[in-house]
């Protein structure tokens, strides 16, 4: 009885195979294609490069809280801490990272920096094209990693600060 068992095993296998012949090839014409990821696809959930997050504010999501160096199992994170002062704010809490690195000469991509991190600052990317000869160029920093300052905060983000803080302007009162 195992014997007819294998067998329709395999013929199951096999059927898969064959109906996978028969179908269309799809192909996706990398670096040749179209847009600005020159043909390349992802899923939403890819796992590419990461990203340090900003708030809405265009402060600096991490706080400098060593959380997701700890979870790395490459022991790739590396993160110098420091203190935000009256001055100079760069994150929403009492530290930031004054240097944050990922060596993607280690990186396994495996996500467990993001799910350890309490504040959503590291989140993966879609970017991909990091293949170097120059392994120190695989050590990412944090300027690298930066997500851009919010639209809204324009380029002089410390006078629309001030803007953010103050809050929305008042509604014109009704018949003013
Ligand atoms: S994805 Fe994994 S290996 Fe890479 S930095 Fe995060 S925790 Fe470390
Ligand atoms: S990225 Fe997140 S977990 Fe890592 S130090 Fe910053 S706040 Fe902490």
Do not use: W
């Not at 294609?33 to 997050?53: D, N, S, W």
């Amino acid at each position: 009885m195992s014997v007819i068992k294998n067998i329709g095993a395999i013929a199951k296998g096999m059927s898969i195979t064959f109906g996978e012949m028969l179908q269309p090839t799809t192909v996706e014409n990398y670096p040749d294609g179209p847009g600005p990821l020159k043909g390349a696809q992802f899923q939403e959930r890819f796992r590419g490069t990461h990203v340090l997050q900003r708030d809405e504010n265009g402060l600096e999501k991490c706080v400098a809280c060593f959380l997701c160096a700890a979870a790395c199992p490459s022991n790739c994170i590396y993160i110098e801490a420091a203190e935000n002062t009256a001055e100079q704010r760069i994150s929403g809490a009492e530290r930031y990272a004054k240097v944050y690195n990922i060596d993607y000469n280690r990186c396994i991509f495996c996500g467990y920096c993001v799910e350890a991190c309490p504040t959503d600052a590291i989140t993966h990317g879609h970017g991909f094209e990091s293949a170097t000869f120059n392994a120190s160029a695989l050590v990412y920093r944090k300027e690298q990693m930066l997500s851009p300052t919010p639209a809204h905060m324009g380029s002089n983000s410390v006078f629309n600060h001030a803007d953010v803080e103050a809050g929305a302007p008042a509604l014109p009162q009704a018949g003013s």
